[in-house]
T-cell receptor, first 115, second 114 residues
Framework: AQSVTQPDIHITVSEGASLELRCNYS??????LFWYVQSPGQGLQLLLK??????LVQGIKGFEAEFKRSQSSFNLRKPSVHWSDAAEYFC?????????????FGQGTELSVKP | GAVVSQHPSWVICKSGTSVKIECRSL??????MFWYRQFPKQSLMLMAT?????????EQGVEKDKFLINHASLTLSTLTVTSAHPEDSSFYIC??????????FGPGTRLLVL
């Protein structure tokens, strides 16, 4: 079955600290992977995506993610978190070579940032 | 970036009534529209896919007669929840896709059925 798991429902980090949000997937075909951020009252915003090639992808706002096929993982990282990064983060997997199409989302990880 | 609006942003209604949610792509044309819903503390789940001028395709377990989708134009799609019940209370999110195959998401509509 196709699925995406984000093991951490809620994470709190101090401002300036590093961040890693975990994402594991189960997918029958070559996965196209995405990370989105959702702020209250805002639509989902694409942070980064992986289709092929270099397994370390850079995104907006200083985020990066690494695709590890052997571990079926696509963890999101940021070296230094800012207070404005507090939001809900969703990992997603899709089947089409474009920016989305039918997406299967993880449960989301809520990030809180301590001053 | 592209702007997507949803109206209303939240709605409370009585059980048995129908609720219409509008999704507009304000500065681009959406060839495809996805509708998702998100229950509290759960992930977004795809409900249906529609292309302009065509009937929507519903995901397994989503009642097409209950969730009516109209994609009559390239900038407007509507989702009508007919005879809403408390179990339909959720967060509904539209996701239009442009000609350039760029996918966007609306800010969502929170529905509470009493």
């Amino acid at each position: 079955a196709q699925s995406v798991t984000q093991p951490d429902i809620h994470i709190t980090v101090s401002e300036g600290a590093s961040l890693e949000l975990r994402c594991n997937y189960s997918y029958g075909a070559t996965p196209y992977l995405f990370w989105y951020v959702q702020s209250p009252g805002q639509g989902l915003q694409l942070l980064l995506k992986y289709f092929s090639g270099d397994t370390l992808v850079q995104g907006i706002k200083g985020f990066e993610a690494e695709f590890k096929r052997s571990q079926s993982s696509f963890n999101l990282r940021k070296p230094s978190v800012h207070w404005s990064d507090a939001a809900e983060y969703f990992c997603a997997v899709g089947a089409y070579y474009n920016q989305g199409g039918k997406l299967i989302f993880g449960q989301g990880t809520e990030l809180s940032v301590k001053p | 970036g592209a702007v997507v609006s949803q109206h209303p942003s939240w709605v409370i209604c009585k059980s048995g009534t129908s609720v219409k949610i509008e999704c507009r792509s304000l500065d681009f044309q959406a060839t495809t529209m996805f509708w998702y819903r998100q229950f509290p503390k759960q992930s977004l789940m795809l409900m249906a896919t529609s292309n302009e001028g065509s009937k929507a395709t519903y995901e397994q377990g989503v009642e097409k007669d209950k969730f009516l989708i109209n994609h009559a134009s390239l900038t407007l799609s509507t989702l009508t929840v007919t005879s809403a019940h408390p179990e339909d209370s959720s967060f509904y999110i539209c996701s239009p896709v442009s000609y350039q195959e760029t996918q966007y998401f609306g800010p969502g509509t929170r529905l509470l059925v009493l």
